[in-house]
């Protein structure tokens, strides 16, 4: 059996803002919605995301809530066309995304830019070549 990733479950400050995010602006579907978590679908072919309250991850994992700056992960939407990467890149904007790096041609090749959502998580969107 390989390792895969069935839930990607993100801690964040405010879950309702989170929420907004990433089913508002960004398109995830809703498959579960309780006090303090959500948990979406980010496609066919694609792990589920869940949004929990940060300290009650941090409580679930047996480590200190405290923590900032990167975080040692960020996630990559790789897309078929540069016109795909401006899209979602301006889509994340609109729902609340800082833009940390425009989207450009990269030196392997593909063309790629950076946002973080409102909670600083890293998201690298690109070209696959």
Known sequence: MSLQASVIMLGVQDVNRARKFY?????AEIEQDHPGFV???????SSKLALYDWEAVAQDAGVPAEGSGFRGVSFH???????????????AVAAGATVLKEAEA????GYSGCFSDPD???WKVATAG
Do not use: K
């Open 120 to 122: 600083g998580y890293l």
């Open 23 to 27: 089913v508002e602006g960004m398109g």
């Open 106 to 109: 990269a030196e392997w090749g």
């Open 39 to 45: 948990r979406c679908s980010l496609g066919e072919g």
């Open 77 to 91: 939407f790789i897309t078929a066309t540069r016109q795909e990467v401006d899209e979602t890149m301006r889509t």
